[in-house]
């Protein structure tokens, strides 16, 4: 599935919820179905800028598709992870390479998330796009 | 009581928990300004036209206002600012900068460790740091033993902690620097909110205020120069309304508070401080003070009642901030949630990193009050955080 459509598919997701506080409780569970980030990759290489909380994310490539894991140390955030992780681990480098940062807007996140907290998913995507012009 | 002399509290559903930070206008305050506007709009200081003095007596009038709502001596030793930031930054470079030693609190904000190290000192090197106890109170043996080691230093400590609402019994930290032949700046931000402060009394040489956290407009501040030292605080910024005489060789600067103010200042501002000056003498500090005492005390007991709450310090020797996290979750977590449930209040380090470090901790929950908060605000918020952990826990 491409990255345009799995945006499409957690933006259907969101919009499923009218009230907000429905929708943290889902990020919530979300962040609780993340997998566990091994002790040793939560070290400042792999800590993502711009998030008030800690957050850290980690990159495989396998045959030129990069799978990422990541973690963070607030539930809420875990959960931004999660999906992060959702719409772009397991994509090519080149499609990674041509995301466009504007995908963040397409999620309607502003209505969920704080300006800070944004910019900590922007953080999150740039990273992301780091590790694919790198890889 | 009072929420309704706050336009905000009119137009918005919001808990506003977070004073520290800044605090609402009262109606006055936001009139003045617009007044000024609307109705008198002309610099201050330079023409000689109706409105324009006006203009320059309100702004002078403003100088008197807060001289004698301090109780400063005269009103050259009132000099205004963009707030308390510049205010410190300004004595440090003018004036503090020749000292060897700079000595400040383990409570201090940012604006009052960054300006030292902008200097070039750190700690042990022209920089030295005040302890606390573990309960956060000032360790004076510490002090005097700081005192005793570095003779005439320059000692800058803050009022009231922004972080956590500890007071700092400035009065005999004044009088124990002087003792040992110190100047004494207090950072002042926090203090005009919550409590009555008396230039006399306390006998600090600069005192840092701000309008903002004080009910009055953002971009407004002053500094209080104690008479002995207004000849030896030198100029920060120089330029219209500074000088004396120039000519291409070389200019000579007004006397304070002139020299000190360059260039057009924040006159709305200005006036729109005063106002909330006015405001507070209006309200009295024998009202604020003991309907904060009474707000904070049931706000620390009801906070006391959730499960695995931590404190860093009791409400002793503490007004306006109260600060904790809950064992397990991440402050951030809680900070997202109670905003979507209408309550404002800060989580973070509080622009106080050093502090938090020192405690092991990335920052806290606070709740920062001031005089127009009541129960209500506060039954409001136990409310909010005890439906946020049960989302981050269930």
Known sequence: MSIENRVEEIKEDLDFFEDELQKYEYLIDLGKKLEPLDETYQIPVNLVHGCTSQVWLICENKDGVLHFKGTSDAIIVKGLVYMILQIFSNSSIEELQEVDMDIVHELKLAEVITPNRQSGVIGMIKKIKEYALKA | MFKK????????????LDNGATTQKPQS???SQVEYYEKYCANTHRSNFGDANKATTNYEGARKILKEFINASQNEEIVFTKGVSESINFIASSYASKFETVIISSLEHHSNIVPWHMQGRSLGKGLEVVRCDENLSFDFEHFEEILKANANAFVSITHISNAFGKVHNIKEITRLAHEYGAIVLIDGAQSLAHLRVDMQDIDADFFAISAHKTFGPTGVGAIYIKNTHLKDVGAYQTGGATIHEVDFNSSTLLDSPYKFEAGTQNIAGVIGFASALEYLNKV????????????????DSELQKIPDIEFYNDISDSVGSRSFNIKGIVHDDIGILVDKMKIALRVGHHCAQPIMKELGIKGTIRVSLAFYNDYNDVDELIKALNRALKMLKD
């Open chain 2, 5 to 16: 002399d706050f336009p905000y509290f009119k137009n918005s559903n919001i808990v506003y």
């Open chain 2, 29 to 31: 305050v936001i009139d």
């Open chain 2, 284 to 299: 009295g500090y024998e009202n604020i003070e003991a309907i904060e005492k009474d707000v904070y005390t049931y706000l």
